[in-house]
């Protein structure tokens, strides 16, 4: 091979440059360029019942934030308006941007607000938005736990007490039995790991506890098993059903590769944040806080789709801090960051999460990426070359099967209450206004052509021409 394909080659390896537009090295020819999805491909955002639905008295976080524990007192309030009607004119937004699937969640407060009451009513009102959702030409993506329980739920000990297990099973029995004609695509629980990191580790979520990795590991635990529980009953209702779970992974890298104790201490947070549910519901094993592992047959190949949200990578410090559990975490040295800093540009951590989801041995979805990004600085670029780690994953024969963004519109962002903005339409709380940014034509220019090409990253992200349509580079690589 020449040596400037060699080197050509290797970016393509990279995935710097798609491998099929390797011999294009001229400018002109990168336009002629096109990234490619495969057809039926989904393209869509997430959005989650407590944080756009509003007026959820009956959970455990309408709790928590009137009892001022949310960034500034704030309140989640009329939400973004959906319980009120606004459901309708976002779901319309969403398809008349030429989305082709929504996700959004059911909330188990108004379904069973009491453990002997059923809310028929609400159930119906989910039923219409899912069958509206596939009227409009968008294919729901339901999720049946999303961070909220039902105060009752709390009051009897939450997901410490294994009783929580049948509970959750006998609500989705019923919730499946009621929306089966419309939805297709289930997911369990949403992040169940940052549930039970918020809430029993660092203390920003309900209930609020800290260091007690044992109710942590409590709680993991019964998710995981109400997870199996779940996707059997869902399966005896509605047997074509594809149920997932939605997996937070937070890529964990030792800061100093070179240092022992960073690389051993970066793993093992890995393992407690991430791999918990590979080992459960690939493996068929549960994991402790000493990672001893026990065996749980039962749960095994419980999952007919992996779903996975990611935003950022880590950097790991070994620290002697018990608080940080002995491991500081901090970003890529020069890394873009989000509005508040939370969130750091890393597009290749995508690729690294979609081989650990990949290992899942099922289909793959996108279920969350994104940023808090007010002015859309960050958000294109954000969004343009994390879909190229997608195409990336999808060029290995990784069968990702769609992309939701996080998140429709801005919305209640837990205990930052409304001061982040992840939409794709900025979401005034106070008047109800909805605003597209930039990025929400860009996303609409993405799933109505099926993937990208040069003039449309020139368009809206310039400053990622170079890593997605890298010929100036190439030029650079001839000269040499
Ligand atoms: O808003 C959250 C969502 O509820 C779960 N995943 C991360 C999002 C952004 O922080």
């Known amino acids: 091979m020449p040596r400037l394909y060699r080197k050509t080659a290797a970016l393509a390896d990279e995935g710097i440059i798609p491998t099929r537009q390797r011999p294009y090295l001229e400018d002109e020819m990168a336009l002629a360029a ?41 309140t989640s309030g009329p939400g973004c308006g959906w319980w009120r009607g606004r459901w309708k004119e976002d779901f319309a937004r969403a398809a008349d941007a030429g989305h082709n699937a929504i996700r959004f969640s059911v909330e188990w407060s108004r379904i069973q607000p009491e453990p002997d009451r059923w809310d028929e009513d609400a159930l119906e ?63 369990t629980f949403n992040e169940p790991n940052i549930y039970a ?14 260091e007690d990795l044992a109710a942590a590991f409590t709680v993991l635990t019964h998710m995981a098993q109400a997870h199996a529980a779940a996707y059997e009953a869902i399966h005896r209702v509605q047997p074509d059903a594809q149920v997932g779970i939605v997996l937070h992974y937070r890529g964990m890298r030792p800061a100093r590769p070179w240092f022992p104790p960073d690389r051993w201490i970066a793993r093992l947070h890995h393992r407690w944040l991430n791999d918990f549910y590979y080992h459960a519901l690939a493996r068929g094993r549960l994991i402790g806080p000493g990672l001893r592992s026990q065996a749980a047959p039962e749960l095994r190949g419980t999952l007919d789709y992996v779903g996975l949200n990611y935003y950022t990578e880590d950097q790991v410090r070994f620290t002697l801090r018990r608080s940080e559990v002995f491991g500081a975490h901090g970003f890529p040295a020069g890394a873009a960051l989000s509005a508040h800093g939370e969130i750091a540009h890393v597009p290749a951590g995508l690729y690294r999460a979609l081989r650990w989801a990949n290992a899942f041995r099922v289909p793959i979805y996108i279920t969350e990426n994104g940023v808090d990004d007010p002015d859309d600085r960050l958000r294109p670029r954000y969004l343009l070359e994390h879909v190229h780690q997608v195409w990336r994953a999808l060029i290995n024969n990784w069968p990702v099967r769609g992309y939701l963004h996080w998140s429709l519109v801005d919305n209640f962002e837990w205990e930052w209450g409304w001061t982040r903005h992840f939409g794709l ?38 400053a990622a021409r170079p890593v997605l349509f890298p010929a100036a580079g190439l030029d650079a690589l001839r000269a040499t």
Do not use: I
Not at 34 to 50: D, I, K, N, Q, S
């Open 34 to 74: 096109r990234y490619v999805f495969p057809e039926g491909f989904l393209w869509g955002t997430a959005t989650a019942a407590h944080q756009v639905e509003g007026d959820n008295t009956a959970n455990q976080w309408w709790a928590w934030e009137h009892a001022g524990r949310v960034f500034q007192k704030q």
């Open 125 to 187: 009102r989910y039923r219409t938005w899912a069958r509206t959702a596939r009227q409009m030409g968008l294919e729901p993506l339901v999720t049946l736990h999303h961070f909220t329980d039902p105060l009752w739920l709390s009051e009897q000990g939450g997901w410490e007490t294994s009783e929580a297990v049948a509970r959750f099973r006998t609500f989705v029995e019923r919730v499946a039995s009621a929306l089966r004609e419309y939805v297709r695509l289930w997911a």
């Open 197 to 210: 990191y918020r809430g029993y580790v660092e203390g920003a979520f309900p209930p609020g506890r800290t």
């Open 425 to 462: 339409w900025a979401c005034d709380p106070q008047t109800q206004r909805r605003t597209a940014r930039p990025s929400a034509h860009l996303f609409a220019a993405l799933a109505q052509n099926n993937g990208f090409d040069a003039a449309l990253v020139d368009r809206y992200a310039p």
